[in-house]
């Protein structure tokens, strides 16, 4: 659980800058350059990622039971699954309604995302791994929208073209990952 622990504290510590402490970065920015800080940023990024899928991988070896969710929540969690990764699509699709609304929805899947899996998996390791992410896509999710409000952030008006790009990029994007990378990736099928 420690290397599980450090990742966590490294990839959403660093993740968490623009929340707690946007005014450094923005010095650092200036300081070192945007891309200097980029590439520091995503050497520090990629490390705690790393470390947090070992950590979990190690994790898992010591399965501790914290509650037993009925099977129905599995199922509920793939559908949330699924609102996610349209969500995420949403985030990376130009001109579409999802983004003009919600803003973040980059964020908001990270919320989706982690708030399905906890109330479909009971063990000490996945309470562990959702539980911080959930924590943190709120809060990031206040902070950007505050940010947004105080700087005036105007998001285009987007249309149904772009809507119909993200739902569909993110159904395709959640059948991949559902039906076969989960499986391969994770060690486990979430559609049994």
């Not at 800080?37 to 490390?47: M, Q």
């Given at each position: 659980m420690p290397v599980l622990i450090l990742g966590l504290v490294l990839f959403l510590g660093l993740h968490s800058?623009?929340?707690?402490a946007d005014d450094w970065r923005g010095r650092q920015v200036a300081r070192l350059g945007p891309m200097r800080?980029?590439?520091?940023?995503?050497?520090?990024?990629?490390?705690g990622f790393v470390l947090i899928c070992w950590g979990f991988g190690l994790a898992r070896r010591q399965p501790v039971l914290l509650y037993a969710p009925p099977l129905w929540l599995a199922h509920?969690?793939?559908l949330f699954t699924l609102v996610a990764f349209v969500l995420l699509a949403a985030a990376r699709v130009p001109g579409n309604r999802i983004k003009a609304r919600l803003h973040h929805p980059q964020t908001l899947a990270v919320k989706v995302w982690?708030?399905?899996h906890l109330l479909a998996a009971g063990m000490l390791h996945d309470v562990v791994l959702f539980g911080p992410f959930l924590l943190w896509s709120v809060a990031l999710y206040a902070a950007a929208r505050r940010r947004d409000r105080r700087e005036g952030t105007v998001y285009p008006p987007g249309g149904l073209r772009g809507d119909l790009v993200a739902v569909v990029a993110g159904v395709a994007l959640w059948?991949?990952?559902?039906f076969w990378l989960h499986r391969v990736l994770?060690?486990?099928?979430?559609?049994h």
């Open positions: 800058i623009r929340i707690f800080w980029k590439a520091l940023y995503s050497v520090g990024a990629l490390a509920l969690n793939a982690s708030f399905g059948a991949l990952f559902a994770i060690g486990v099928d979430p559609m």
